[in-house]
């Protein structure tokens, strides 16, 4: 082992038992999943509470046979970036069906959410330029932002008049400003105050960049968290996901013809990646078929959600996204480790996804779950947490 490998393998190794000692390692482990809700692990059969597979549309059956058939005609893979080779068909489709149900002039389908938000925010400020993004927002739009190398101002969680604050104080010295915020964080499964928050920006010219990869296909009649509002919060650039209620992989970005003309030059993720494979296009747009179609299975995950929240006297939620804080990681991963034993997979989410003091479980609700899953749940859950029993 040469010296230089030797120095590396040490900083990994006290790095690791750094995180060790705080319970903040990662380990990945192998799961079966043999449905929307049950999957397999370690030769046992779990219910999935934890998933962002909010309509069970990754395992629908015309979902799967839309990308089967896809793949047969188009192939596995795109073969190049879009912009080479690999703009095919399907992509194009995706993204005027996007726009069209996002009510946006135009969109662009990127490799995933988290390439969005490394490309929308480069691409759009530089030096020059100030952003204001929530304290709570998604890890990839902090990234996007660090990325662009504008002044970032980070505005506590959902605080209008921080958020205001700091406008009037450093707007004025920057040439461009944008404003970053998730539609539903994804943690806390709040909504931002979108029609302020937009108003702020025409106030202070500054555009609003909403990741809304929570909000579609279960908010807002499906359309996601701009349309939960009357009348509706549409920001001039509305990102998402397709990996979440759509079922597929990639992610996109809806916004004017003219804004998405210039990302398709400029946003470094999309020109320098392959384009997406054909059949995570075509299972996204079977699941915006079943998602514009069906207001029973967009209803659900909410219903769900507020089921289980009346059984264990929590507030009532307004997305299918459920935190219960314990605080520590070690009684986080505690209590994932007592669901498991009752039959139930629930992840314990621990800093630094979460701010040091909040760790939880973050439970999560699908259309494809039952009532008496959700039942049970909230049964094991209140007996490890020793809450006594609610009058049903």
């Given at each position: ?147 662009s190398a504008a002044r970032v101002e980070v505005f506590r969680h959902n605080d209008l008049a921080h958020l205001r604050t700091l406008l009037a104080a450093h707007r004025a010295e920057a040439r461009h400003a944008m404003i970053l915020t998730d539609g539903v964080f994804s943690m806390d499964g709040d909504f931002a105050p979108l029609p302020e928050i937009l108003a702020l920006g025409e106030q202070y010219d500054a555009w609003t960049l909403v990741d809304d990869a929570h909000g579609i296909g279960i908010v807002g009649d499906g359309r996601g968290s701009a349309h939960a509002f009357a009348p509706p919060a549409a920001a001039p650039l509305q990102m998402g996901t397709l990996s979440k209620a759509l079922g597929s992989y990639g992610g996109y970005l809806c916004a004017s013809q003219r ?134």
């Open positions: 082992m040469t010296s230089a490998t030797a120095s590396l393998e040490r900083f990994a190794a006290d790095k690791l038992g750094q995180l060790d000692r705080k319970s903040l390692r990662r380990k990945p482990v192998e799961t079966r999943h043999r449905d929307a809700v049950h999957v397999e692990r370690d030769g046992r059969e779990l219910i999935n509470a934890c998933s962002n597979d909010y309509l069970g549309l990754a395992h629908h059956p015309e979902v799967i046979e839309a990308a089967r058939e896809a793949a047969a005609e188009w192939g596995a893979g795109a073969g190049a970036s879009r912009l080479v080779t690999g703009g095919h068909p399907l992509l194009f489709e995706l993204e005027r069906r996007l726009a069209g149900f996002k009510g946006t002039e135009d969109c662009i389908v990127f490799g995933s959410g988290s390439l969005a938000n490394l490309a929308i925010t480069p691409a759009l400020v530089g030096p020059d330029d100030l952003i204001l993004i929530d304290a709570l927002a998604h890890a990839c739009l902090h990234a996007g932002a660090r990325l804004v998405c003309e210039l990302l398709r030059t400029r946003a470094r993720p999309l020109v320098f990646t392959t384009a997406l494979p054909p059949a995570s296009a075509a299972a996204a747009l079977k699941a915006l078929d079943l998602i514009e179609t069906d207001a029973e299975l967009r209803n659900r995950p909410l219903a769900l959600a507020r089921r289980f929240c009346s059984r264990m006297r929590l507030p009532e939620p307004v997305s299918p996204i459920v935190p219960v804080i314990l605080g520590s990681a070690d009684l986080a991963l505690a209590a994932s480790a007592a669901l498991e034993e009752t039959g139930f997979l629930v992840t314990a989410i621990r800093p630094p996804t979460v701010p040091e003091g909040t760790a939880r479980l973050r439970i999560t609700f699908s259309a494809a779950h039952s009532e008496s899953d959700i039942d049970r749940l909230a049964k094991a859950l209140k007996s490890i947490l020793k809450q006594p029993e609610a009058a049903e």
